[in-house]
């Protein structure tokens, strides 16, 4: 039997705090250098060393004001503000790497798909088909209230926006230049044909458009779609667009009831199981030594800020835990930021004591601590018994955290035969699925595929309303 091969994702944010907070308060930690080149190309030197599949760069609009009502303690720990924007990121880390992919996320309610989906283009042309698109729809209030609005669009509404969004972009990246457009003809004066362009129309219920592209096609067209939103209403338009979900689970059962809901969404959809790569968010101490890795593990909670990783919490879910006692119960209700966060806390019934305890190393991630062996060892058991696909570790002090599992980790898990020994060529998508750099005829967006393009696996689609002829 063949054992499944491990995917993984550095997890990072174009910031001081990320994560773990409070960690920035560690000697050893460089977070502090967040907003210089150089931190950013040494840590993809290190993830490509390691070969990693992908960089995935979180991103916030707006900042944790939830906890005690202000910003007091989010400016204090640095809860992820300061924050810069990470898609100008990208052209500095792919020009020092050739395989690395990014997973770069933009909200769709602070963008414009026209402008947007040449952005998208321009960077999967600048790394030669290297481009992720992690897209989300939000969950701050205050980033609702800075960009302009009154607050938050109630939450399922903000996925149907996100479709709108979505669907406008799948036009222009897919519908809107044929593969051949591109002729590059010095003598005959013709670097496109103009019969091999269209014009796309739009009128959804969010987004109007009209017009071409401004970008050739890249490498892959439309980047790699990654989602993480877990309620109903998320797991629903994973289904219908996305190609890499992270999930949150406590341990590999949580893991595989999960897995096995997000699955059989995407068979309701008309997908296969596989057509999506399903990853946990975890952290890893790791020493050459039990003994070392524990000691390591003790050091670090010395740094780190249970207080700063409530606060975050409490934006996540929309409650001020500061209002409540210790052991006292919280009262969660309905929540329009992250729905799932909410409710997992309510059903768990934490007080405001088991959020500090599980926010010890100032995140609620799952931490695995030990030698190589036995963190490969729980690594195999959250594949094998999870049935998911991968991991975004997580950042605890940077960048010894990426540099003591591509030195102490990759290595083992290699020798056990659960991780590649090279990178496999070709763009992202191929080296995530195997089955080439474009979007498969299945996926929601080849309906929008000018007929020449469409695979022999799927008949073309009308599209009469999607492109006009030039």
């Not at 080849?446 to 006009?468: C, I, L, N, S, Y």
Request: glycine content about 8%; hydrophobic content about 35%.
């Amino acid at each position: 039997m063949t054992r499944k091969k491990i995917l993984l994702n550095a997890f990072n944010m174009n910031s001081i705090g990320h994560i773990h907070h409070g960690m920035w308060t560690h000697p050893r930690d460089q977070s502090d250098r967040y907003n210089t080149i150089e931190y950013w190309t040494h840590i993809a030197s290190v993830l490509e060393r390691g070969l990693f599949d992908g960089l995935f760069i979180a991103d916030i609009i707006g900042y944790y004001d939830v906890f005690e009502g202000n910003v007091d303690l989010t400016l204090k720990e640095a809860i992820q503000l300061p924050v810069n924007d990470p898609w100008t990121l990208v052209s500095a880390m792919a020009a020092v790497t050739q395989h690395l992919g990014f997973g770069v996320t933009a909200n769709i309610h602070t963008e414009t798909p026209y402008s947007f989906a040449r952005k998208v283009s321009s960077l999967d042309h600048l790394t030669r088909g290297r481009l992720g698109w992690n897209v989300v729809t939000g969950y701050l209030d205050s980033g609702a209230r800075a960009m302009g609005r009154d607050g938050l669009d109630e939450h399922d509404k903000r996925y149907d926006r996100a479709d709108d969004f979505l669907q406008l972009c799948y036009k222009l990246w897919e519908g809107s230049w044929e593969d051949q457009a591109i002729i590059r003809d010095r003598n005959g004066r013709i670097y496109t044909d103009p019969n091999k362009v269209h014009a796309i129309a739009h009128n959804g219920p969010y987004y109007r458009a009209h017009g071409y592209h401004s970008s050739e096609p890249s490498p892959q067209r439309t980047p790699v779609l990654y989602q993480a939103g877990s309620s109903g209403r998320g797991r629903q338009f994973a289904s219908r667009h996305a190609e890499c979900v992270f999930i949150a689970a406590a341990d590999p059962a949580t893991a595989r009831a999960a897995s096995a809901k997000l699955r059989q969404d995407f068979v309701n959809a008309g997908r296969q199981p596989d057509d999506v790569k399903i990853f946990v968010g975890i952290a890893v101490v790791v020493g050459h030594t039990q003994q070392q890795a524990r000691e390591k593990y003790e050091e670090y909670l010395r740094y780190a800020s249970p207080q700063a990783g409530v606060a975050h919490f409490s934006s996540s879910t929309g409650i001020d835990f500061s209002r409540f006692g210790l052991d006292e119960p919280i009262s969660y209700g309905q929540s329009n930021a992250m729905q799932s966060a909410s409710q997992t806390a309510s059903q768990q019934g934490w007080t405001r004591r088991d959020l500090l305890n599980q926010h010890k190393l100032g995140s609620r991630y799952p931490t695995l601590v030990g030698d190589p062996g036995e963190v490969t060892d729980q690594l195999e058991r959250w594949i094998d018994e999870g049935d998911i696909d991968g991991f975004n570790l997580s950042r605890i002090v940077v960048p010894e955290t990426y540099e003591d599992f591509v030195d102490l980790v990759i290595p083992e898990l290699q020798a056990r035969g659960r991780y590649k020994t090279a990178y496999e060529p070709g763009p992202l998508r191929h080296k995530l699925f195997g089955r080439g750099a474009r979007l498969s005829d299945s996926h929601f967006a080849a309906q929008w595929r000018h007929p020449q393009q469409v695979g022999t696996d799927q008949a073309a689609p009308d599209v009469a309303t999607a492109v006009e002829e030039h």
